[in-house]
């Protein structure tokens, strides 16, 4: 195998990161500013959720499908299509808030496809890896695109907010034009991104191609263990910044104190993810697991005793550090498992998985906020916290990294020292 060129002069992935960042900093921005819209229009805060409701709802419906559809087809010719409809979505919905048309079911529909493209394009992006990035960088792609997402995260909502500010189109016409932009990064891609199959595999139904990634994942039982933690790791975060900021806010503070939280749990995330390949480096798998696990817990614990936004945040910062190195680790580890043909399948099946409660966390806290107050509330959390943690350290080969895939085929220009980029799965994240 040749020497591999250096990440950051790999054309191709710095052409999909790009696609990704803008096609992500677009979304964010809108899915902010489109509550925003209708919360304008109706003055109606149970419609202005439903939109949040509605997109979320279509991001996880489409992502089986989605990862499917991804393996079955020239996976940018997927990527291309996911942007156009989502470009011409946003556009239609800028000219119909310009000459003031823009009714609820248009907004609801446009939310809707949307959340079906964007999983769609994820599982797209996932199975690129394997035709741009050597194998040996996985673990350096990952990072930086999970450092790309922490900033987008962060950045995405304040800049629909403050794009609403200047007037209500202005947010949906720059979320079209971030579609057009991602579609020209992705046309700059020359490898061929079509899933191989190994010798002897045929394709079978579309809902039969589904099941064989959820088996896959079903199967392995590195992956079970990576889904379980994702899914409690999720379903406690959400619920926890829900206490958080309510914990603040009946304190007494501000409502830009309040945010000041949700803006600091971000930061965490975005240094994390500058640092991941370090802690890697120093730490191996199981390591890295039982940290996040015990520092998370013991923090979540220590917000029962405060009520200040700037001791919230910055224990939230601090609970998200490792998180990046985490889901590196789980990422690239995946990449390098799963073949092929199922990467799409694969990636979306995990995340699919991983996000499946991530909506109960919010409602648990809600019903412990009125019942018990936030100390109470924490204090649960965190204790459901320990018991994660507690299971991870009685089991010492829980995370022992798995044999990766040996039907991958014949050499690409992955092996060649030619450049792709991967969509981390949704494991345990901030």
Known sequence: MKTSEPLRANNEFRNLWVAQALSKLGSQASYLALPLLVLSLTHSPAQAGLVGFVKGAAEVAFLLPGGTFSDRHDRRRTMLTCDVVRAVGMAA????????????????????????????????????????????????????????????????????????????????????????????????????????????????????DTAEGLGFVMRSAYLRNVVLNATASNFTYGGIVLVAVAASYEGGSSGLSVGTIV??????????????????????????????????????????????????????????????????????????????????????????TAMSLAPVGPMLAGALLGGLGAAVAFVVFGLFLCAIAGVNTAKRHLFDAPATDSSAGPPTAATVGQPTAAEPPPAPAR
């Not at 741009?132 to 997402?149: D, G, K, T």
């Not at 800049?159 to 034009?177: I, K, M, Q, T, Y």
């Open 263 to 352: 803006t600091l749990s971000g930061l965490g995330s975005l240094v994390g993810s500058l640092f991941a390949p370090r802690a890697i480096g120093r730490l191996g798998t199981r390591q890295i697991v039982l940290a996040v696990g015990w520092v998370d817990a013991v923090l979540t614990l220590l917000m029962a005793t405060t009520s200040r936004p700037l001791v919230l945040g910055a224990l939230l910062a601090v609970s998200g550090l490792l998180i990046p190195a985490l889901n590196v680790v789980f990422g690239s580890t995946l990449l390098r498992m799963t073949p092929d043909h199922l990467q799409g399948r694969v990636q979306n099946t995990v995340g699919f």
């Open 93 to 208: 919905l800028a000219y119909s808030v310009a000459v003031h048309h823009a009714v609820l079911p248009l907004i609801l529909g446009v939310a809707a496809l949307d959340g079906a493209c964007t999983s769609t394009f994820a599982g797209a992006v996932s199975g690129a890896v394997r035709r741009i990035v050597p194998e040996e960088q996985f673990s350096s792609a990952v990072a930086l695109i999970q450092a790309r997402n922490a900033a987008v995260y962060t950045a995405g909502p304040a800049l629909g907010g403050l794009l609403f500010e200047l007037s209500p189109v202005v947010p949906f016409v720059a979320d079209a034009g971030s579609y057009l932009f991602s579609m020209a990064a992705v046309l700059a891609i020359r490898t061929s991104m079509t899933a191989r199959r190994s010798h002897g595999d045929k394709e079978n139904g579309f809902w039969k």
